[in-house]
């Protein structure tokens, strides 16, 4: 599966939020590939995601993609990560 | 022997002298450090070198786009004109320097995760495309004072370990005050405006109260677009490109202007103009590859430097790109970004002003670096001095990253003379206090400069330590009436 990690330039919080995601996926056991963009080419880039991570602000601005989209409000917590992924991954 | 100084010669020339390797290999090394197993490695090692090659193919896109933009406002106003854009200057400087920017910048993390253990400045920074570009300017200015590569990686490491852990700790108050008490530090080189925008919303809030916050205000979703940087620098290229090639056809007339940017006699001024639309979108384009490159070297380095960096230094607080601080108020990031380019154009009529007497260049608003380090400054505004803190601390940025440009551009050797230069305000401060020290002292040599710029770091890592014991450590809030005003722009 692949998932897909959004900032607004795909820079440092898009990493972090790639990096924080790797963390949680080993702790569910679960294996995928993790890319991060930027909002301008995200929506082009949704269409061959299976899940994206990204802030409120800009999960409103991506609007209606194909993918689930798990938003995180804390980039540093882990639990909040694990729990939205582990939801997310539930139910698809 | 022979073949042994062959060999040596052969990699000397063609690896170490060659930036794209360098990084390759220095990735290679973090990887190989965190014990990944051999397809990463390889794999990493391969992006990470690609990476840095796709960062010049957008650096010559940008270049020329560039060009043109520098002989219209030259030939409009008389004036230089620079557009501030961090990953322009950096693409474009690494023909030249991107060798000793490598080297400075794998060592300069190795120094800052030193600094972070052995005193009580125990900030990771985890924003590695801000370490690059600060390796970047450090490498240029130290080369520009004529410091030999060795000397400019060695001193240029200390450097950018320095400034990778006195920033988190300077904005630390005003971060706890944004994130409510959150185990996360700013890891950004804007920071300075943003305890700037900190200390005018305690102003705003001593004189005036502090009147409701940002994240009151119904906001029309039209601005929604703004969001988006890239959108906000094409739109603003294009505004500038329009109004400097109309303002040079109408001083210089049709055919002056047309030979003025280089295109080809006989061309129409509505050909011209259109050339110009062009160019500005091209420039979006340059930035965009550039984007991809530096996307692509950080996406594989940053996570080996911050494993590494969790075994050497654990329970160091990281210091994160600046967005993390924009969900605690998303309002005000688009206040303070709005704030801050009008912040940035009143100063710029300043400047244009006094260009005559001064001698600098106009600095015209950088809409990425407005964005990001204006939005930031809004929600630090935000948090001590409420909507009007937000608008005033926006404002404060915009006059920052507008002036500190100009005169950093001074220290930048032949990179001065370019069209765009590093926007953010740390870059600015941080590069004029060890660029005028280093350039006055040059006549005396590569060692005086070296100790000279040295012990600027050392002062400045022992006022961070103090301010950090002091302010950090005790938990002060700013606003709150217990404590004294600190005033941490001292520093600069």
Redesign the interface.
């Known amino acids: 599966m692949k998932i897909l990690a959004v900032?607004?330039?795909?820079?440092?919080?898009g990493?972090?939020l790639?990096?924080q995601a790797?963390k949680a996926l080993r702790q569910l056991g679960v294996t995928a590939d993790l890319e991060?963009a930027?909002?301008?080419s995200a929506r082009a880039m949704a269409r061959t995601a299976d899940l994206i991570i990204t802030?409120?602000?800009?999960a409103?601005?991506l609007g209606t993609v194909k993918p689930r989209v798990v938003t995180i409000?804390?980039?540093?917590d882990l639990d909040e990560m694990v729990r939205k992924l582990r939801a997310a991954l539930q139910e698809t | 022997m022979d073949i042994l100084t062959a060999i040596v010669d052969f990699l000397v020339d063609e690896i170490f002298s060659k930036p794209f390797y360098l990084v390759g290999l220095m990735t290679a090394i973090g990887l190989i450090a965190l014990r990944k197993p051999l397809s990463a490695i390889v794999g990493g090692t391969l992006k990470a070198t690609m990476g840095f090659l796709i960062l010049v193919v957008g650096a010559v896109t940008v270049i020329n786009a560039l060009d043109p933009l520098g002989k219209l406002i030259l030939g409009a106003t008389g004036a230089k004109g620079v557009v501030p854009l961090n990953e322009a200057i950096v693409a474009l400087a690494q023909s030249q320097y991107g060798a000793v920017t490598a080297y400075l910048m794998f060592l300069g993390f190795l120094v800052s995760l030193v600094i972070a253990r052995f005193t009580n400045l125990r900030y990771v920074f985890?924003?590695?495309?801000?370490i690059f570009y600060m390796a970047t300017m450090l490498a240029v200015i130290l080369v520009t004072v004529k410091l030999t590569d060795a000397y400019a990686v060695v001193v240029g490491a200390i450097l950018l370990g320095t400034i990778m852990v006195i920033m988190p700790a300077f904005a630390q108050p005003w971060m706890r005050k944004v994130t409510g008490g959150?185990?996360?530090a700013m890891g950004?080189f804007g920071s300075l405006g943003y305890i700037a925008a900190g200390v005018t919303g305690q102003v705003v809030a001593r004189t005036a109260g502090k009147g409701k916050s940002t994240e009151e205000i119904e906001f029309p979703e039209g601005l929604?677009f703004l969001?988006?940087?890239?959108?906000g620098t094409a739109v603003a290229m294009f505004v500038i490109y329009l109004v400097f090639a109309v303002w040079y056809l109408a001083r210089v007339g049709e055919v002056a202007a047309v030979e003025g940017v280089g295109l080809a006699e006989g061309t129409t001024w509505a050909s011209y103009l259109m050339a110009q639309v062009l160019n500005a979108l091209n420039f979006g384009v340059g930035v965009?590859v550039i984007?991809l490159g530096?996307?692509t070297i950080?996406?594989e380095i940053?996570?080996a430097f911050?494993g590494i960096a969790e075994r050497v230094v654990p329970n160091a607080l990281?210091a994160?790109?600046?967005?993390?601080s924009?969900?605690y108020a998303?309002n005000a990031?688009l206040i303070g970004f709005l704030a801050s380019v009008v912040g940035g154009l009143a100063s710029l009529a300043v400047l244009s002003i006094f260009e005559p007497a001064l001698g600098l260049a106009l600095i015209l608003p950088g809409m990425?670096p407005h964005?990001?380090t204006g939005g930031t400054a809004g929600v630090f505004g935000n948090a001590t001095g409420g909507r009007w803190g937000a608008v005033l601390g926006g404002i404060v940025n915009g006059v920052l990253i507008t002036f500190l440009p100009a005169f950093l551009l001074i220290v930048l050797g032949n990179l001065g003379f370019l069209n765009t230069t590093f926007g953010d305000a740390d870059f600015g401060w941080y590069g004029i206090v060890i660029g005028n020290v280093a350039s006055s002292l040059q006549t005396s040599g590569q060692i005086v400069v070296s100790v000279a710029v040295l012990i600027v770091a050392a002062i400045l890592i022992a006022f961070a330590s103090w301010f950090q014991r002091r302010y950090v450590e005790t938990g002060w809030s700013p606003g709150g009436e217990a404590m004294p005003e600190p005033a941490p722009e001292a520093a600069s």
Do not use: K, W, Y
């Not at chain 1, 900032?7 to 440092?12: D, K, N, S, T, V």
């Open positions: 900032c607004g330039m795909g820079l440092g919080s990493l972090l790639r990096m790797e991060v930027d909002i301008g802030s409120n602000e800009l409103e601005q409000t804390n980039f540093i | 985890l924003t590695g495309h801000h959150e185990a996360l950004h929604r969001r988006e940087p890239m959108v965009a984007l530096v996307r950080i996406g940053v996570p911050a990281p994160l790109d600046c967005p993390v924009f969900p998303p990031v990425v964005f990001f």
